[in-house]
């Protein structure tokens, strides 16, 4: 599959695929005991990681029904099940590296990994929380690794309010944790402002989507 044009970063410099310390992590606290956790640049060759990931991943283009109509997903989707091989082996050194890390906040290993691949301004996600399975009850985390160019990840709490944006690309980790799938939702807006193209890899718990 061929990617829309990345513009890569300076700092990044498309060299080797390596991750950095996970520390220090700079931590927002919410309402409700949720918080964000946010690393610029933890990934570094970020840009390269992504152009990998534009080719080995089979991308999937969904629909799903809205009010009396099936309408277009709009991003491309991929979903890593505990027992499946992910796409490159710095993504499973990088879900091993948060597992040790958020051990003593999280009790247990992230285990999965999800994908999304927004090809541009247009491709977005409306606000939700990951609500299926043990999120909707319980404190859990979500460790979001982002390649490719930076997009806002916005949350707000539920049922509205004034809405937070973190701009994540290029190697940036964000991790939500506590009752944030719960108390808040996020987002990844459309934008007219032009934007490249970006990945996010989600790594989630057992039972958490």
């Not at 700092?11 to 520390?23: C, K, N, Q, S, W």
């Not at 710095?90 to 090809?119: I, K, N, Q, W």
């Not at 460790?143 to 997009?151: K, L, Q, T």
């Not at 290029?170 to 970006?198: F, I, N, Y």
């Amino acid at each position: 599959m061929s990617s829309p044009l990345l513009q890569g970063s300076l700092l990044d410099g498309f060299g080797a695929v390596e991750l950095g310390e996970l520390g220090p992590i700079r931590r927002t606290v919410l309402s409700r005991g949720a918080w964000v956790d946010v690393l610029p640049g933890w990934l570094s060759g970020a840009d390269v990681l992504f152009e990998r990931l534009v080719a080995a991943v089979p991308w999937q283009a969904e629909r799903r029904p809205m009010y009396d109509r099936v309408v277009d997903v709009p991003r491309l989707l991929r979903f890593y099940g505990e027992a499946e091989e992910l796409p490159d082996p710095v993504l499973g050194d990088a879900r091993s590296a948060l597992s040790e890390h958020y051990r003593a906040e999280l009790g247990e290993p992230f285990r999965t990994a999800g994908m999304c691949y927004y090809r541009d301004g247009r491709d977005s996600v409306a606000w939700h929380g990951d609500t299926i399975g043990r999120g909707s009850t319980h404190d859990t985390m979500v460790a979001i690794v982002s390649v490719g160019a930076p997009r806002a990840l916005a949350l707000r709490p539920r049922g509205g309010g004034e809405a937070l944006r973190f701009p994540v690309g290029h190697g940036d980790l964000l991790v939500m944790g506590g009752s944030c799938q719960r108390t808040w939702e996020h987002a990844v807006p459309k934008t007219r402002k032009p934007a490249g193209p970006r990945i996010s890899i989600q790594f989630r718990p057992r039972g958490v989507r």
